[in-house]
């Protein structure tokens, strides 16, 4: 049993008072730095959320080596895990761009 609030909610709670409490009141390069911490804790509460098929690492680390090795290049099959790869990285890293938002 994990003690509560979990991982991801102390993540979420610490990106709302950042976002909300305490961005709005600095200027200049300070907002910039909470702000690009902001996405940082955005990014790692997106990646502990994932389900972990989405990051697979192992998997793109073979596609990588298969791809390198000259095996798989050209492929429907190659093309969708590929997609896939991109897809689940951009929907941790920036998911507005999935969405067009």
Do not use: W
Not at 5 to 33: M, S, T
Request: with cysteine.
């Amino acid at each position: 049993m994990r003690d509560r609030p979990d991982a991801e909610a102390l993540i979420a709670e610490c990106l709302r008072v950042l976002r909300e409490e305490l961005a709005p009141g600095l200027h200049g390069e300070a907002r910039f730095k909470a702000l690009m911490i902001a996405n940082a804790l955005g990014m790692a509460g997106r990646e502990l959320a994932a389900p972990a098929e989405q990051v697979d690492g192992e998997a793109a680390a073979r596609l990588v080596a298969a791809l390198r090795g000259g095996k798989g290049g050209g492929s429907t099959e190659t093309y969708a895990a590929l997609k896939r790869d991109v897809e689940a990285r951009v929907a941790i890293s920036n998911p507005k761009a999935l969405t067009g938002g």
